[in-house]
């Protein structure tokens, strides 16, 4: 018997949080987080540094090849 009131509460906590939109305060926020507006002053890495073409070019003739059974 308890099951269904426990389903109802469920249902009406869902339903409170799918309509509920708060005002959100972004310059709160972002003083929370401490962020800024700047971009970020490290490099980014090339992933393709350091690759072995030659490896991928073998792998390139072998599947060209039709040997991939």
Same mark, same amino acid.
């Given at each position: 018997?308890?099951?269904?009131?426990?389903?109802?509460? #469920?249902?009406?906590?869902?339903?409170?949080?799918?309509?509920?939109? $708060?005002?959100? @305060?972004? &310059? *709160?926020?972002? #003083?929370?987080?401490?962020?800024?507006?700047?971009?970020?002053?490290? $490099?980014?890495? @090339?992933? &393709? *540094?350091?690759?072995?073409?030659?490896?991928?070019?073998?792998?390139?003739?072998?599947?060209?090849?039709?040997?991939?059974?």
């Amino acid at each position: 018997m308890g099951r269904g009131r426990q389903k109802a509460k #469920q249902t009406k906590v869902a339903r409170e949080l799918k309509y509920f939109s $708060p005002s959100t @305060d972004y &310059d *709160a926020l972002q #003083q929370e987080l401490g962020t800024h507006d700047r971009r970020p002053s490290m $490099p980014v890495e @090339d992933t &393709d *540094a350091g690759r072995d073409d030659d490896e991928y070019d073998e792998y390139a003739d072998w599947a060209s090849n039709g040997r991939h059974h």
